[in-house]
């Protein structure tokens, strides 16, 4: 540890009231007590059904994304060919290698693997929803490459109902309790990519996708 940060850190303990590193066995007491009853900690949603509490942030001025709900994986075709159309977007998609999105019958839509720097669509399978936050959650794996979901200027996302979780901790649990190894990465899409940092002006799709489409399944 350099002597600056020693200093630094020195002074944070000192202002805290604080010596020494803290005894493993608080922190460890400390921390079941917060996870004894995540309950109480928790944010009320302001709607009883997580879905519709989902939809509501997705929605929102702050998060800026679209919605829709389709009937199955068999669907998402022709959702997205009307999405495309109302957006003037080339009949054009870019499918990451699943074989679950690579063996729908995509009709006129021409479909490709490969990214190209300036891509215009792609599409991402989620594996949660945070209706808390409005958040996608989206493991990295060999069938469904990151760079799907930042590289895009649209990004698509078809997530399940049954997976919509109300809180941050549902989704841990729920994470952990499928028994999945764990990826080299967990994203949490929360809306469009924006930033105010350049003279407090928001922009859109500053760090990835300028827009977000998400398709609900069963």
């Not at 870019?94 to 190209?116: F, K, M, N």
């Not at 929803?129 to 958040?135: F, H, R």
């Amino acid at each position: 540890m350099t002597d600056a940060r020693s200093r630094i850190l020195g002074r944070i303990q000192r202002a805290s009231g604080r010596s020494g590193m803290p005894d493993p066995a608080v922190v460890a007491a400390e921390a079941a007590a917060l996870l004894r009853d995540p309950s109480a900690t928790q944010p009320t949603l302001k709607q009883q059904d997580p879905i519709a509490e989902f939809k509501a942030k997705v929605r929102s001025e702050r998060l800026a994304a679209t919605v829709e709900d389709i009937a199955s994986d068999a669907d998402a075709p022709a959702a997205i060919r009307r999405y495309l159309v109302e957006a003037e977007c080339p009949l054009s998609l870019a499918v990451p290698p699943d074989p679950s999105l690579e063996t729908l019958a995509w009709g006129d839509i021409e479909t490709h693997r490969a990214l190209d720097p300036n891509e215009g669509v792609a599409i991402s399978r989620a594996d949660w929803g945070i209706a808390e936050t409005g958040s996608l959650v989206l493991l990295s794996r060999p069938e469904q490459p990151t760079l799907y979901a930042f590289l895009p200027l649209r990004h698509i996302v078809i997530v399940e109902r049954r997976r919509i979780v109300p809180h941050m901790e549902d989704f841990w649990a729920a994470f952990r309790a499928s028994g999945r190894a764990e990826p080299r990465n967990i994203n949490f899409v929360t809306g469009v990519s924006g930033t105010a940092d350049i003279e407090s002006r928001l922009v859109r799709g500053a760090h990835g996708p300028r827009h977000l489409h998400i398709l609900l399944t069963p």
